[in-house]
Nanobody, 115 residues
Framework: QVQLVESGGGLVQSGGSLTLSCAAS????????MCWYRQAPGNQRELVAV?????ITNYADSVKGRFTISRDNATMYLQMNSLKPEDTAVYYC???????????WGPGTQLTVSS
C-alpha cells in the first residue's frame, strides 16, 4: 500500500512563490504517474499537473509557465511562481499504481493567495 502526505501550503501574497511537497511511503516502487489536483470552494477538483515515471510532464493551461512539477524517488513537488488569488484552493496529490486501476489520494494542503 501507498500513503501520501502533502505539505508546504499556507498564505502567500499575489505574485509570490511557494513549493508544495507530496511525500509517499509504503510500496513506493509501485507508483507510476503522480499528479497534483486542486479544488477551490464551490468548484470541482481539477487536474493541475502530471508527471510520469519517466519524467514526462503536462500542465493545465491555467498554470503553464508558472508551475513546475517534479519528482525525486518518493517525493513529488510543485513549484509555484507568480501566484494569483485564483490559485487559492486545497491542493491534493494523487498517484496511480502501476498495472492496476488503483489510485491513492493525499489528504490535501491549503493554499491561500491574497490580493
Amino acid at each position: 500500500q501507498v500513503q501520501l502526505v502533502e505539505s508546504g501550503g499556507g498564505l502567500v501574497q499575489s505574485g509570490g512563490s511557494l513549493t508544495l511537497s507530496c511525500a509517499a511511503s509504503g510500496n513506493i516502487f509501485s507508483i507510476n504517474t503522480m499528479c497534483w489536483y486542486r479544488q477551490a470552494p464551490g468548484n470541482q477538483r481539477e487536474l493541475v499537473a502530471v508527471i510520469t515515471r519517466n519524467g514526462i510532464t503536462n500542465y493545465a493551461d491555467s498554470v503553464k509557465g508558472r508551475f513546475t512539477i517534479s519528482r525525486d524517488n518518493a517525493t513529488m513537488y510543485l513549484q509555484m511562481n507568480s501566484l494569483k488569488p485564483e490559485d487559492t484552493a486545497v491542493y491534493y496529490c494523487k498517484v496511480i499504481i502501476s498495472y492496476t486501476p488503483w489510485v491513492v489520494w493525499g489528504p490535501g494542503t491549503q493554499l491561500t493567495v491574497s490580493s
